[in-house]
């Protein structure tokens, strides 16, 4: 978990203010995903991204929420006009070779909290 | 549809009380079975990788076995310690890497 960085921990917005939520990879790793975890449920997939490319975003609301990788800096998940239901925590993670297979590894999370 | 089902939801066991957690799964070509540990406000912590059927690997008290349908998690005289959410997914079809996740089985382990 160390490897992958997350920021801010825990965020508090205003219903209609933006989220940013700022995740660096392990050293070396040039593939990011990150998933949504709400009250009670199970880890969702939303996107998937490469630096500077959206590999599959099959999982992220059509609308208000946008995620990228840039060739410099760390992978931004973005909400815009943010709402109640969008309270969760926000996992990156980022993908490792160990041994002959893969490896995904997570950080420690986001949590937004929308009043 | 691929799917990850966990059970049991929560699990509670005394201090050197072996047990073991379920994790069976529907998904097209199997290329892998991850197992994670969640504590509270924590992220997923990386256990096993299982990749093909008859696979065992184990860390300190905990062993992850797989068939062809699902995984098992023994927990062999667990500690307090143990106590936290386990977690297993599985690449969803067509994909190495993109992970369908179970609920989780709540583990406590009391004195």
């Known amino acids: 978990n160390a490897g992958v960085m997350q920021n801010p921990r825990h965020l508090v917005r205003r219903r209609g203010q933006e989220a940013r939520l700022r995740c660096s990879p392990m050293k070396g790793h040039s593939h990011v995903y990150w998933y949504r975890q709400l009250p009670e449920e199970g880890l969702k997939f939303m996107v998937y991204?490469?630096?500077?490319?959206?590999?599959?975003e099959s999982g992220m609301p059509k609308e208000r929420f946008s995620a990228e990788f840039p060739k410099e800096g760390p992978s931004i998940l973005r909400i815009q006009q943010v709402v109640r239901g969008d309270s969760a925590a926000y996992f990156c993670?980022?993908?490792?070779?160990?041994?002959?297979?893969?490896?995904?590894?997570f950080g420690e999370g986001s949590w937004l909290t929308v009043v | 549809e691929d799917q990850v089902t966990q059970s049991p939801e929560a699990l509670r066991l005394q201090e050197g009380e072996s047990s073991s957690l379920n994790c069976s799964y529907t998904v097209s070509g199997l290329r892998g079975l991850f197992w994670y540990r969640q504590d509270p406000g924590k992220g997923p912590e990386f256990l096993f990788t299982?990749?093909?059927a008859g696979e065992e690997k184990e860390k300190e008290r905990l062993k992850a076995t797989l068939t062809k349908k699902e995984s098992f998690l023994h927990i062999t005289a667990p500690k307090p310690e143990d106590s936290a959410t386990y977690l297993c997914a599985v690449p969803t079809t067509g994909t190495a890497s993109k992970l369908t996740f179970g609920t989780g089985t709540r583990l406590q382990v009391t004195l």
């Open positions: 991204l490469q630096k500077e490319n959206i590999i599959d």
């Open positions: 299982l990749y093909s």
């Open positions: 993670a980022s993908l490792g070779i160990v041994g002959s297979g893969n490896t995904i590894y």
